[in-house]
């Protein structure tokens, strides 16, 4: 594992950090290639934390400094696109929940990595911008289909047309974070601690659902039959919580 990106485990949440403090968490290639490594490594978690190692910002996007090689080797052009496509992918394939936890700094390209969570909180220092069209550049597609879906197709416009950062407030306000807190991180480990303790198959399920997939009515009858409902129902008739082991 790279040590620009960091995995930990506690429980079933698990905690992957973008952790290059020196460049303010600005990920090169081979950053975007640790990412995709990182996330296979979720293994028995029902939820995971997208966060940064490094206070102050959560990702300052693609690293620039790899931009002068990409304008001179035409043939390194979609390597880079395709690593940071298959970073962002495998989060949002992700079958259990993701969070992302912003405080400070998200630019760029990690404004496309945050929209790949499920939902995003952003600390009182967050602030967002996507600035592409100020380097004579665009942005990938598929993370302009998400913006637009996230803020609108207006508001996604504004932001990528302008560049312009905007505050965690204005950011809560039009919808690309779901959630505002002093410290995005501890609201993240909240959310995650209640997630992991409900039925892992269901939440599950659920996501599969909030995702479009077609075909899921008899995963929800089935779910009348199986050990999780058994469990949570004998556990309402007991007044207790249900244990989902």
């Given at each position: 594992m790279s040590a620009m990106?960091?995995?930990?485990?506690?429980?079933?949440?698990?905690?992957?950090s973008l952790a290059r403090a020196e460049a303010k968490n600005a990920l090169p290639i081979a950053a975007w290639e640790a990412l995709s490594e990182a996330v296979r490594a979720w293994g028995a978690a029902r939820?995971?934390?997208?966060?940064?190692?490094?206070?102050?910002?959560?990702?300052?996007?693609a690293d620039v400094r790899e931009f002068e090689q990409l304008q001179a080797e035409a043939a390194l052009r979609p390597h880079f696109r395709m690593a940071m496509?298959?970073?962002?992918?495998a989060i949002a394939a992700l079958p259990v929940p993701v969070i992302a936890a912003i405080d400070g700094g998200c630019f760029g390209a990690a404004v496309a990595l945050a929209l790949a969570a499920d939902v995003r909180i952003a600390g009182d220092g967050a602030e967002f911008a996507t600035p592409p069209a100020r380097l004579g550049l665009g942005y990938p597609e598929q993370?302009?289909?998400?913006?637009?879906?996230?803020?609108?197709?207006?508001?996604?416009?504004?932001?990528?047309?302008?560049?312009?950062?905007?505050?965690?407030?204005?950011?809560?306000?039009?919808?690309?974070?779901?959630?505002?807190?002093?410290?995005?991180?501890?609201?993240?480990?909240?959310?995650a601690a209640t997630i992991a303790?409900?039925?892992?198959?269901?939440?599950?399920?659920?996501?599969?659902?909030?995702a479009g997939r077609q075909g899921l009515d008899a995963a929800f009858e089935d779910a009348f039959g199986g050990a999780e409902f058994a469990e949570g129902l004998r556990a309402f008739r007991e007044r207790r919580k249900p244990d989902y082991k």
């Open positions: 990106i960091r995995v930990q485990h506690d429980g079933f949440v698990a905690t992957i939820v995971v934390i997208l966060k940064s190692a490094v206070p102050g910002i959560f990702s300052a996007g496509r298959e970073a962002i992918e993370d302009v289909a998400r913006l637009s879906a996230q803020v609108g197709k207006g508001m996604a416009a504004l932001m990528l047309f302008t560049g312009d950062r905007l505050g965690a407030e204005e950011a809560r306000r039009i919808g690309l974070v779901e959630l505002r807190a002093s410290d995005a991180g501890e609201m993240a480990a909240s959310i303790a409900n039925a892992p198959g269901a939440v599950r399920l659920l996501k599969r659902t909030l």
